[in-house]
């Protein structure tokens, strides 16, 4: 069973930036990981993924702002968000797919003011 604890959710103002991280209380070497985001009524939506080799894939609406990242020696994955936008605004969820299992964190949440 695989634990993801993310932090760095916060309030900010339309412009800035935002660091997220993902701690697996399990290794990560080998695995996907990545952030979805959701909003209140909406389906959960990739963000950014990053595979076990270290593709990295990007919604088009985030593509050249954030940036995801990983840290194999701390099992971190990192999400750095900058130029946020008020349509940012969400919950964002850490994801480690481990043997086909999805594992997902609690979520932190993201608000972006204008």
């Known amino acids: 069973q695989v634990q993801l604890v993310e932090s760095g959710g916060d309030l900010v103002q339309a412009g800035g930036s935002l660091k997220l991280s993902c701690v697996s209380s399990g290794s990560i070497f080998g695995r996907p990981m990545g952030w979805y985001r959701q909003t209140p009524g909406k389906q959960r939506d990739l963000v950014a993924t990053i595979t076990g080799g270290g593709y990295t894939t990007y919604a088009n609406s985030v593509r050249g702002r954030f940036t995801v990242s990983r840290d194999l020696a701390k099992n971190m994955v990192v999400l750095q968000m900058n130029s946020l936008k008020v349509e940012d605004t969400a919950v964002y969820y850490c994801?480690?797919?481990?043997?086909?299992?999805?594992?997902w964190g609690q979520g932190t949440q993201v608000t972006i003011s204008p």
């Open positions: 994801w480690l797919r481990d043997d086909d299992v999805d594992y």
